[in-house]
């Protein structure tokens, strides 16, 4: 047990270990099942979170167009399950049966090309990573190979969030616009909306992001995290020192798209439907808001800010309807004044230092007591001190007296 407590501390899993502690016992039989599906949900989030943190902690680069790629793996799962959901038999009654509902409003008589690929599980799995990885390949390439970055590379993404939400919109035909795509109720015949069901997703869903976290953190041990972190404060020295700085912004920001794709597709699995509000400019400055909270560094404390800022916003909108969008503004404020670093911050900077000096503390003292006895074996235990009376006392010669 000592030497697993010990590999545990030198690797840097410790926080890991009770993430999971936390996501997979402790949650699970403490939260009522639809509360621990809203916990599904959030993690979700934490997907783009880790992937922020690569990109933005580790290597320098903001971006504020996360949802671009979230989305985009939560239409590329949707699209499978819509098709699923819109079989010849239950859509009989549409004017063209075995296409969605909402192609059959708009006078959509036949399935469209980009839609054909999405009738098989397989593809549609390889599209959620593949699809968000080339738009992000295909921005970052323009940009980083002419050397933009910064604050402009910070809007550009911005720009790219609201482009994709206004194109989801208008083409409502194709991506059922506003409304996005719902009623999405089964994968190959399972019904995803059974408890059972649930605990399965959920538990799914914390695999694949512990699954995640331990590959961005492979990532930050070897070479390439090294080189990372000399690029985002020293871009220039490894620029000069031989090394195409561009590829590895490049890698770093397509790392964070599959990342995010992957959250999107568990999202459409566990909520049931997708829509373009989760593809614009808010809802991607929300996930930066996660990481930071959490502490861009920390791709643990990713997750807890992530757990955290969700679970306020529920809260705060369940307890104070009209005043909770004031409340989580105070909270992020807050955090953000407070603790610069965000919660992985606050642990590093007080909670770490407590805990070791109070146990070298404890190490102090023992090798006192230890060091004293090897130097007096034979020396009798310190006798306690005695208590004094309370009431009447015995005086010497036998005689009773009152204390004063």
């Known amino acids: 047990m000592k030497s697993l407590l010990a590999w545990s501390k030198n690797s840097g899993l410790g926080s890991l270990l009770l993430l999971i502690l936390l996501l997979a016992v402790v949650l699970p039989l403490t939260l009522d099942i639809f509360r621990l599906n809203l916990v599904g949900k959030y993690l979700t989030y934490a997907f783009v979170a880790v992937g922020l943190v690569m990109v933005w902690g580790y290597g320098g680069v903001l971006s ?10 939560g239409y590329a799962m949707a699209m499978f399950l819509k098709l699923e959901a819109s079989d010849p038999e239950t859509t009989k009654i549409q004017t063209t049966p075995g296409i969605p509902d909402f192609m059959d409003w708009n006078q959509i008589t036949e399935l469209p090309m980009m839609w054909l690929p999405f009738k098989s599980l397989p593809l549609s799995l390889i ?34 969030a609201l482009i994709l ?20 109720k089964t994968v190959l015949g399972w019904d995803t909306r059974t408890d059972s069901a649930k605990y399965i997703l959920y538990y799914l869903c914390v695999a694949l992001l512990v699954a995640s976290i331990l590959l961005c953190r492979w990532i930050q041990t070897s070479k390439l995290g090294t080189l990372l972190l000399a690029m985002r404060d020293k871009e220039d020295r490894v620029r000069f020192s031989g090394y195409d700085v561009s590829n590895f912004k490049i890698f770093t920001f397509c790392l964070a798209a599959a990342l995010s794709g992957i959250g999107g597709a568990l999202f459409s699995l566990q909520v049931g439907f997708m829509s373009p509000s989760f593809v614009g400019i808010v809802p991607s400055i929300e996930m930066v808001i996660f990481a930071a909270v959490g502490g861009r560094m920390s791709l643990v404390g990713a997750v807890y800010g992530t757990l955290l800022v969700n679970a306020g916003k529920t809260f705060f909108s369940e307890s104070f309807p009209d005043l909770w969008l004031f409340l989580m503004a105070a909270l992020f404020i807050g955090v953000t004044l407070a603790f610069p670093m965000g919660l992985a911050g606050l642990w590093e900077s007080h909670v770490k230092p407590w805990w070791t000096k109070r146990q070298a503390d404890r190490r102090s003292t023992r090798e006192r007591v230890a060091a004293a006895h090897a130097a007096y074996p034979d020396a009798p235990p310190k006798p306690a001190r005695a208590t004094p009376p309370s009431g009447d006392s015995k005086l010497p010669g036998g005689v009773s007296g009152q204390r004063a």
Do not use: C, E, H
């Open 64 to 73: 504020l167009g996360q949802g671009v790629f979230f989305g985009l793996g």
């Open 127 to 160: 599209l959620v990573i593949a699809v968000p990885t080339l738009l992000a390949w295909i921005i970052s390439f323009a940009m980083f190979k002419r050397r933009v970055g910064g604050v402009y590379f910070a809007i550009i993404t911005q720009a790219v």
């Open 165 to 184: 939400t206004v194109l989801i919109i208008g083409q409502q035909g194709y991506t059922g616009g506003v409304n996005g795509m719902t009623d999405l």
